[in-house]
T-cell receptor, first 116, second 113 residues
């Protein structure tokens, strides 16, 4: 079965600093990988997704993630943090189930705090 | 605007009571899902449905039930058998394509009185 591990339940950075949120996956086949963001008391929004077209994936709000097969990683980065980036971030892997549709397996999440 | 609507935003359950969470989508998506979110545990899949009149158990289906009588609607009932129902419940939908993203509702916070 697929699984996702997010290292660090809480990450704190200064405004303007680099953001690095870590995600490792286990998959026996090439995976589809996603990063979602959740603002307080809201649902999840897609930041970006990897579907094997390119290893460096650019998403919304200045985020990007790099797929590294040798490390089974899909870490999320942003060069310069902004206060509005404070949220919870979830890495997810797509699990193929009967019928060919996508059941997502989510990591436990990383809460990002940005301080002035 | 197309999207997913969950209601109510907040819900309280008494001991022994069944409660139903509503989820409606106007995205014309075939697949719909219910996730439960607990602090520090991420999202866990309760039930999913690929098509009308069909649904499958997810990883934590015990104490929950669903129906899918219409493409647009996928209500979740939290039964009295669910002994720890306090959580944030998220409904989502997607197309049937394998790598397509999920669209999420804004969630329902269920608490026990």
């Amino acid at each position: 079965a697929q699984s996702v591990t997010q290292l660090g339940s809480h990450v704190s950075v200064s405004e303007g600093a680099l953001v690095l949120l870590r995600c490792n996956y286990s998959s026996s086949v090439p995976p589809y990988l996603f990063w979602y963001v959740q603002y307080p008391n809201q649902g999840l929004q897609l930041l970006l997704k990897y579907t094997s077209a390119a290893t460096l994936v650019k998403g919304i709000n200045g985020f990007e993630a790099e797929f590294k097969k040798s490390e089974t990683s899909f870490h999320l980065t942003k060069p310069s943090a902004h206060m509005r980036d404070a949220a919870e971030y979830f890495c997810a892997v797509s699990d193929l189930v009967t019928g060919g549709y996508n059941k997502l397996i989510f990591g436990a999440g990383t809460r990002l705090a940005v301080h002035p | 605007d197309g999207g997913i609507t969950q209601s109510p935003k907040y819900l309280f359950r008494k001991e022994g009571q069944n409660v139903t969470l509503s989820c409606e989508q106007n995205l014309n998506h075939d697949a719909m899902y219910w996730y439960r979110q607990d602090p520090g545990q991420g999202l866990r899949l309760i039930y999913y449905s690929q098509i009308v009149n069909d649904f499958q158990k997810g990883d934590i289906a015990e104490g929950y039930s669903v129906s899918r009588e219409k493409k647009e609607s996928f209500p979740l009932t939290v039964t009295s058998a669910q002994k720890n129902p306090t959580a944030f419940y998220l409904c989502a939908s997607s197309t049937q394509t394998y790598n397509e993203k999920l669209f999420f509702g804004s969630g329902t916070q269920l608490s026990v009185l």
